[in-house]
Nanobody, 114 residues
Framework: QVQFVESGGGLVQPGGSLRLSCAAS????????MEWYRQAPGKQRELVAS???????QYADSVKGRFTIFSDNAKNTVYLQMNSLKPEDTAVYYC????????WGQGTQVTVSS
């Protein structure tokens, strides 16, 4: 099993930046792909970004060019750098891996508002 602890969320003004962190309880290289999801109030959880073991990345169209996913394998941590934030980015952000689909962290709240 694995546990994920997300952090780094907060309140930020439109156009601002945040960096989210996801600390895993075990070596993330055992997982083929690590993912960031988000869930806004009243909406389904959606995939925001992913990174594979060989560092291939993918992004939702809504965040391309603004968000960057990267990892520090020595720290078993995956990051999500979020720039040019918009109010529609407001959501709870979760770390996940499709290798263990039933495991989710507690999430970290991101609120973009003036």
């Amino acid at each position: 099993q694995v546990q994920f602890v997300e952090s780094g969320g907060g309140l930020v003004q439109p156009g601002g930046s945040l960096r989210l962190s996801c600390a895993a309880s075990r070596n993330i290289l055992i997982f083929y792909r690590m993912e960031w999801y988000r869930q806004a109030p009243g909406k389904q959880r959606e995939l925001v970004a992913s990174i594979t073991r060989d560092t291939n990345t993918q992004y939702a169209d809504s965040v391309k060019g603004r968000f960057t996913i990267f990892s520090d394998n020595a720290k078993n941590t995956v990051y999500l750098q979020m720039n040019s934030l918009k109010p529609e980015d407001t959501a709870v952000y979760y770390c996940h891996t499709s290798s263990v689909p039933n495991i989710w962290g507690q999430g970290t709240q991101v609120t973009v508002s003036s």
